[in-house]
């Protein structure tokens, strides 16, 4: 009976991780654009079961060869829904729940 009482408490105490929309830490590689010039855009998503998430984020201004590196990280991130930490030309080097930015860096984050 214990077990099963500390169990629920459990249960009821934890709360899931979601990732920060305002932040661009830890979130999750959702939809993958690649157009006639390689690498075009990417949706990020708050956990893997979601089927959307922030607005599109594009490459605009990165070489082929940074595209080419930018699509293996998120391609390795997605198949094995790593966390990613991204930073746009927004203001607050985030904004990606606006339509319209630029990403400027990613990285894999550290699984929590």
């Known amino acids: 009976m214990l077990k099963k009482t500390i169990f629920i408490i459990f249960l009821i105490l934890?709360?899931?991780t979601y990732a920060a929309f305002n932040k661009c830490i830890g979130v999750y590689v959702g939809r993958i654009s690649?157009?006639?010039q390689g690498l075009?855009?990417?949706v990020f998503i708050q956990t893997p079961s979601k089927t959307s998430g922030s607005?599109?984020?594009?490459?605009?201004?990165?070489?082929?060869?940074?595209?080419k590196e930018a699509l293996s990280i998120l391609m390795a991130a997605k198949a094995s829904q790593h966390r990613v930490d991204v930073y746009t030309t927004g203001?607050?080097?985030?904004?990606?729940?606006?339509g319209g930015r630029t990403l400027?860096?990613?990285?894999l984050s550290t699984n929590k």
């Open 40 to 42: 075009d855009k990417v």
């Open 104 to 107: 400027k860096e990613v990285h």
């Open 55 to 67: 607005y599109w984020v594009n490459f605009s201004g990165w070489s082929s060869d940074a595209k």
């Open 91 to 98: 203001l607050n080097a985030c904004d990606i729940g606006n």
């Open 14 to 16: 934890s709360t899931p």
């Open 34 to 36: 690649i157009a006639n």
